[in-house]
C-alpha cells in the first residue's frame, strides 16, 4: 500500500517541477502549478505520516543503529530552520552543555525525525519572540557506554493548557492552536512513539501565555571513548 499511494503523488510531483520549469508560462498559470505543487507536497506529508502511524500501531517499525558523528548531526538539524525562523522574525539559538561525545550510535534516521518535528512545530506555533534549543549528553551508571541525550525546544508560543498536556501526543488529536494551524495530530505522537521504541520518552512543561519546553530524553550509545569540549556543538549558535 506504501509503494501504491507514494508512487503517483510522486509522479505528480514530478511532473509539476518539470511544468513549472517550462518558459513561456503566464503569471496564473505558474501559480496554478505551484497550487498542485504545494498541495501534492501537503497530501504526500499526511499520507507518510498516517502509513507511520500505522506501522507503529502494528508493530512493524524497527530500529537500525548508526554511527554517526554527534555534534556535527546536532548542528545540521539546527542549521535547517535558521532560514525560516529569520523569514519568521523569530530569534533562534541552540547551546550545548557539559563533554558531548564525538560519535554515538542509535537510529540515526528516527532521532533526526523527532527533532525536526519538535522544531518545526516550534516554528509553528510562535509568532514571535525566540526558540531555543539546548542539549547535553550525561554518563549513566556503569561501565555499558550508554549515556542519555538530553534535547530541548522552549518557544514562546501560546502556551498548552494542564488539560491538554497528554492530549498533544493522542493521534489524530488536535488542541485549538493545532487546529487553526492545520496539520494532521500525528507529528507528536509518531515522536513519542519513536522515543519510547528507543528507550526514551518525551515529555512537555508549559504555561498558557507564556511557551513551552519540549524535553526528549533518550539512551544512546557511546561509539568512542573520547568526548570533547571543544568539538563542534558545545558552543553557543544564535540567529
Known amino acids: 500500500m506504501s509503494h501504491e499511494i507514494r508512487t503517483p503523488i510522486n509522479a505528480i510531483l514530478g511532473f509539476t517541477q518539470l511544468m513549472q520549469q517550462e518558459p513561456g508560462l503566464t503569471q496564473d498559470q505558474q501559480q496554478s502549478l505551484l497550487a498542485i505543487r504545494r498541495s501534492g507536497e501537503h497530501l504526500l506529508a499526511v499520507i507518510n505520516e498516517i502509513l507511520e ?4 500501531e502494528a508493530t512493524k517499525i524497527e530500529l537500525y543503529q548508526d554511527e554517526f558523528a554527534l555534534p556535527e548531526f546536532l548542528q545540521e538539524v539546527c542549521f535547517l530552520f535558521v532560514a525560516q525562523m529569520k523569514e519568521k522574525g523569530l530569534r533562534f ?12 550510535r542509535t537510529d540515526k534516521q528516527k532521532l533526526s525525525q523527532i527533532m525536526i518535528n519538535l522544531l518545526g512545530n516550534a516554528l509553528k506555533f510562535t509568532a514571535g519572540g525566540a526558540v531555543e534549543v539546548a542539549y ?28 491538554d498536556m497528554e492530549v498533544i501526543f493522542s493521534p489524530f488529536t488536535q488542541v485549538d492552536a493545532g487546529r487553526k494551524s492545520g496539520g494532521t495530530g500525528l507529528g507528536l505522537a509518531i515522536s ?16 498558557v501565555g507564556t511557551g513551552s519546553t519540549f524535553r526528549l530524553e533518550i539512551p544512546v550509545q557511546s561509539a568512542v571513548g573520547d568526548v570533547g569540549e571543544d568539538r563542534p556543538g558545545n558552543g553557543n549558535k544564535e540567529s
Open 93 to 104: 539559538s541552540w547551546s550545548g552543555s557539559g563533554e558531548i561525545p564525538s560519535r554515538i
Open 53 to 56: 502511524m500505522s506501522k507503529l
Open 192 to 207: 513519542r512513539e519513536y522515543a519510547r521504541l528507543m528507550g526514551g520518552d518525551i515529555t512537555v512543561i508549559s504555561q
Open 136 to 163: 547535553a549528553v550525561k554518563k549513566l551508571p556503569g561501565d555499558s557506554g550508554t549515556m542519555q541525550l538530553v534535547w530541548e525546544v522552549r518557544d514562546e508560543g501560546p502556551g498548552i493548557d494542564a488539560g
